[in-house]
């Protein structure tokens, strides 16, 4: 269900900012509120503006915590080279660490939608050091096993988003869509796929949440994590598929208020 009716403002104060990273790309950061910090990392295509301080997410986080989200490299705010080079597979999740080190955070809530739930993934095989939680939307990690993962797909819902079109059209007439670099987004990952450790979800510690919209495969991207993690919560969005979660105007509240929810009750002591 459309929520385009309900009044949905940024977070006030919104801070802007640029790291040069290591390999002489400029990210783009934007940051509200205070407190103990939430990373917030969108999916392909779109851009921590459009995912998550223009859908109501980043202020209802900032009312109580320091909120970061994060440009990921060809999208958004970010520099966006055209060169397939600049986009091996590890390099977004390498990134989120340097600017995180830049703005002198060590510990932080994440949460990831899409390509964004992939780089938690990415971070949690990494570092795992860096995470209060971990938070996927969108997203999970699927299974390995081609047994499991058929029986997966077999409990997964079926239908159809009636807004899924609508999302994503709205997804593909963004002003900063640079086609060019979302190209060689995809072919530098294919090219250099990713070189991070398996994660091992067994010897994770933190709480983990993910929620996926009713029609967006929610067993399939779940059914590990829940058999796997020691605290582990899912969440379905009943109706919604995949490009109406985190898109401004469709974004259903029950998301928003889950992941604020999460955040809030595992804060440190």
Same mark, same amino acid.
């Given at each position: 269900?459309?929520?385009?009716?309900?009044?949905?403002?940024?977070?006030?104060?919104?801070?802007?900012?640029?790291?040069?990273?290591?390999?002489?790309?400029?990210?783009?950061?934007?940051?509200?509120?205070?407190?103990?910090?939430?990373?917030?990392?969108?999916?392909?295509?779109? !851009? !921590?503006?459009?995912?998550?301080?223009?859908?109501?997410?980043?202020?209802?986080?900032?009312?109580?915590?320091?909120?970061?989200?994060?440009?990921?490299?060809?999208?958004?705010?970010?520099?966006?080279?055209?060169?397939?080079?600049?986009?091996? $597979?590890?390099?977004?999740? =390498?990134?989120?660490?340097?600017?995180?080190?830049?703005?002198?955070?060590?510990?932080?809530?994440?949460?990831?939608?899409?390509?964004?739930?992939?780089?938690?993934?990415?971070?949690? $095989?990494?570092?795992?050091?860096?995470?209060?939680?971990?938070?996927?939307?969108?997203?999970?990690?699927?299974?390995?096993?081609?047994?499991?993962?058929?029986?997966?797909?077999?409990?997964?819902?079926?239908?159809?988003?009636?807004?899924?079109?609508?999302?994503?059209?709205?997804?593909?007439?963004?002003?900063?869509?640079?086609?060019?670099?979302?190209?060689?987004?995809?072919?530098?990952?294919?090219?250099?796929?990713? =070189?991070?450790?398996?994660?091992?979800?067994?010897?994770?510690?933190?709480?983990?949440?993910?929620?996926?919209?009713?029609?967006?495969?929610?067993?399939?991207?779940?059914?590990?994590?829940?058999?796997?993690?020691?605290?582990?919560?899912?969440?379905?969005?009943?109706?919604?598929?995949?490009? =109406?979660? =985190?898109?401004?105007?469709?974004?259903?509240?029950?998301?928003?208020?889950?992941?604020?929810?999460?955040?809030?009750?595992?804060?440190?002591?």
């Amino acid at each position: 269900m459309a929520v385009e009716d309900l009044a949905i403002e940024a977070p006030a104060d919104i801070k802007h900012g640029d790291v040069t990273v290591s390999d002489g790309v400029r990210i783009h950061y934007q940051e509200a509120g205070a407190g103990v910090p939430v990373v917030l990392l969108h999916g392909y295509i779109s !851009c !921590c503006d459009a995912s998550w301080f223009a859908d109501g997410m980043a202020k209802a986080l900032a009312t109580t915590h320091r909120v970061i989200g994060i440009d990921a490299r060809g999208h958004g705010r970010s520099e966006k080279p055209h060169d397939p080079a600049k986009y091996p $597979a590890d390099r977004m999740a =390498t990134d989120v660490i340097e600017v995180l080190e830049a703005l002198g955070v060590g510990r932080a809530h994440f949460h990831g939608y899409s390509m964004g739930g992939g780089l938690v993934a990415q971070l949690m $095989a990494r570092r795992p050091d860096l995470f209060i939680t971990a938070g996927f939307g969108g997203s999970g990690v699927r299974e390995s096993d081609e047994a499991l993962a058929a029986k997966a797909a077999e409990a997964d819902p079926q239908g159809v988003d009636p807004d899924q079109d609508r999302g994503r059209a709205t997804l593909a007439a963004r002003a900063d869509r640079d086609n060019e670099a979302l190209k060689a987004v995809q072919d530098g990952r294919q090219a250099s796929p990713s =070189t991070a450790p398996s994660l091992d979800l067994t010897t994770i510690a933190f709480p983990v949440i993910a929620v996926n919209g009713e029609f967006d495969a929610p067993i399939s991207k779940t059914q590990r994590m829940q058999r796997e993690l020691k605290d582990f919560r899912a969440v379905i969005l009943p109706g919604h598929g995949h490009n =109406t979660v =985190t898109t401004a105007g469709f974004t259903p509240q029950l998301y928003i208020d889950t992941v604020a929810d999460f955040v809030r009750a595992h804060d440190p002591a």
